[in-house]
């Protein structure tokens, strides 16, 4: 029988020549991550085991991103334990204020993940690096912490489900409405521990933004992880980036899933996952009129250039509802400078919009955008659990960049197709 992609990259990593799901593998690792909450916890398992230096000084990457800049005397207490274990240890890729960024958004544009790599980072959202035709995992600060000290992992070798894409998706149509349709379609538990791969001649009409925004989200229906056919888009991303050696691998004819799906792009319309799950999906013909107080534009999901183009087209010429609070956080400092040189921020800041610094904040309900009790947001964000922008009777509605613009502009869930 013969392997996915997946089970190639974990196969090699392994020293193994072939590999079966279900199997347990210890393979080496290219990266390891961490960010300002998960960190902490793994220096402390790195030292408890008495480890003295990390395996190697350029494969670990740690970016406090979740509560940066600082907003309280603990966050300002994690970042300083964590910088002062990155500079002890002689961390290469340790990123903060001024050169930083959401830390999957960041580490693509730096170059430090190519295709054929093995990542795993202590964030569920790890997942992202797919779209590079990576493997790549979230795991727990354990983990991590094992990782840091001797640059490998165990891994369960996962099922995999393909996901064939055909067709062309129609303007408003972006990778986020993509991902949040197969996950209405299948549910937040339809992939769990499978690798979701993504296929088909559908691909050629998605950019790289559009495939890091389905990786990303492969978590939320439960996968080990999501990873992409490598192309002519993907190879040249890479070398754009980075001057690591990479490896494509690619599934044989006979490699086995245990589901398939064809998806027509075509047929797509903009999609809206409805509180308080991923999977209580709709397209934004069945919304209603769903009035709202907040709008935020970023994440590790949907805060690089082409989403925040697609917010400024939608944007431009218009203001922002009044009682809306409408805030844009470029995904890295290299998008923020790159979206104010192309005039984004004028647009922004005309239509009465706030532009932040990169940061994870309001995602996960940190900071920089906390819902109070009964108030609703349209987020481009990746979760909408109870409470997960702030009062656990608030609602996050998940959209992409070009509806959570529109819906900025009309103070309820809109397309642009209903803007006049």
């Known amino acids: 029988m013969g392997m996915t992609m997946t089970q190639k990259i974990l196969a090699e990593h392994a020293g193994l020549s072939s590999v079966r799901a279900g199997q347990l593998v210890k393979a080496k690792?290219?990266?390891?991550?961490?960010n300002d909450i998960t960190s902490p916890v793994a220096i402390k398992e790195f030292m408890k085991?008495?480890?003295?230096?990390v395996f190697d000084t350029e494969k670990i990457a740690i970016v406090p991103d979740h509560f940066t800049p600082n907003k309280d005397i603990k966050s300002a207490e994690q970042a300083k334990f964590i910088r002062e274990f990155a500079y002890k240890m002689g961390i290469k890729n340790y990123f903060e204020i001024g050169e930083m960024g959401v830390e999957h958004a960041l580490l693509p544009e730096k170059g430090l993940v190519v295709c054929g790599d093995v990542v795993i980072g202590a964030d569920s959202h790890t997942c992202t690096y797919g779209a590079l035709g990576a493997f790549s995992t979230g795991v727990g600060?354990?983990?991590?912490?094992?990782?840091?000290?001797?640059?490998?992992?165990?891994?369960k070798i996962p099922e995999a489900i393909r996901f064939v894409l055909k067709g062309k998706p129609g303007k408003w149509v972006s990778g986020k409405d993509i991902i949040l349709h197969i996950i209405g379609m299948i549910g937040v538990d339809g992939a769990l521990y499978k690798s979701m791969e993504f296929t088909g001649e559908g691909l050629s009409h998605l950019s790289m933004d559009d495939r890091f925004a389905m990786a990303n989200m492969a978590i939320e229906a439960g996968g080990k992880n999501g990873i992409f056919d490598v192309d002519e888009k993907t190879i040249e991303y890479v070398k754009e980036h980075s001057r690591k050696a990479y490896k494509i691998f690619t599934a044989d004819?006979?490699?086995?899933y245990v589901e398939e799906y064809e998806i027509d792009l075509s047929g797509l319309r903009p999609t809206v996952a409805f509180p308080h799950l991923p999977e209580n999906t709709r397209s934004i013909d069945e919304v209603g009129d769903i009035r709202i107080d907040q709008v935020v534009i970023g994440s590790c999901t949907n805060g690089r250039i082409e989403d925040l183009r697609m917010a400024a087209l939608v944007l431009k010429g218009r203001k922002v509802h009044k009682g809306v609070?409408?805030?844009?956080?470029?995904a890295t400092q290299k998008i923020w400078r790159q979206a104010m040189n192309e005039g984004l921020f004028e647009i922004f800041i005309d239509a009465g919009a706030a532009v932040s610094t990169p940061t994870c904040g309001p995602c996960l309900g940190g900071h920089m955008?906390?819902?109070?009790?009964?108030?609703?947001?349209v987020a481009t964000t990746n979760r909408n659990f109870v409470g997960r922008m702030g009062h656990p009777?608030?609602?996050?509605?998940l959209a992409s960049p070009a509806v959570a613009a529109a819906s900025a502009v009309a103070g309820k869930i809109a397309s642009p197709e209903d803007l006049k």
């Open 29 to 34: 690792l290219d990266m390891v991550l961490g």
């Open 393 to 397: 009777e608030s609602e996050v509605y």
């Open 141 to 155: 600060s354990t983990d991590m912490a094992a990782a840091m000290a001797t640059g490998e992992a165990w891994f």
């Open 49 to 53: 085991i008495g480890a003295e230096c």
């Open 325 to 330: 609070r409408c805030i844009i956080i470029p």
């Open 369 to 377: 955008g906390i819902l109070a009790k009964g108030e609703r947001a």
């Open 253 to 256: 004819n006979d490699a086995e």
